[in-house]
Nanobody, 121 residues
Framework: QVRLVESGGGLVQAGGSLRLSCAAS????????MGWFRQAPGKEREFVAQIGWGGSTFYADSVKGRFTISRDNAKNTWYLQMNSLKPEDTAVYYC???????????????WGQGTQVTVSS
C-alpha cells in the first residue's frame, strides 16, 4: 500500500521558517515528479512547488524566492523549506506524486493527508 506522510507543520510567526517533509512508502518514487500543494480555508487547492525526477524545479509565483523544494531519493522523501513566511501562507499543505512534471493537481496520483501550517502576524 502506497502512503505519503507529511510532517513539520505548525505555528510560526510571520518572517519565520518551517521545513515540511513527506515520507513515502509502498513504492519508490525515483521516476515520479513530487509536488506540494496547499489549501486555505474557503479556497481551492493550489500548486506550490514541484521537483521532477531529474531534479528540475518550479514554483508558484507567490512562493518563488522564499520556498525551496528538494528530494532525497535514497530516503524516498522530499522536502519543502519555507522561509520568510507570511500570514497568507497559512493553509493545509499536501505532498503528492505524479508520473510526469505538472502543476495541475489532477495529474497527481498519490496524496498525503496534509499538515497544517499557520503563520501569525
Amino acid at each position: 500500500q502506497v502512503r505519503l506522510v507529511e510532517s513539520g507543520g505548525g505555528l510560526v510567526q510571520a518572517g519565520g521558517s518551517l521545513r515540511l517533509s513527506c515520507a513515502a512508502s509502498g513504492r519508490t518514487f525515483r521516476d515520479y515528479a513530487m509536488g506540494w500543494f496547499r489549501q486555505a480555508p474557503g479556497k481551492e487547492r493550489e500548486f506550490v512547488a514541484q521537483i521532477g525526477w531529474g531534479g528540475s524545479t518550479f514554483y508558484a509565483d507567490s512562493v518563488k524566492g522564499r520556498f525551496t523544494i528538494s528530494r532525497d531519493n535514497a530516503k524516498n522523501t522530499w522536502y519543502l523549506q519555507m522561509n520568510s513566511l507570511k500570514p497568507e501562507d497559512t493553509a493545509v499543505y499536501y505532498c503528492a506524486a505524479a508520473p510526469h512534471d505538472s502543476d495541475d493537481d489532477r495529474e497527481y496520483k498519490y496524496w498525503g493527508q496534509g499538515t497544517q501550517v499557520t503563520v501569525s502576524s
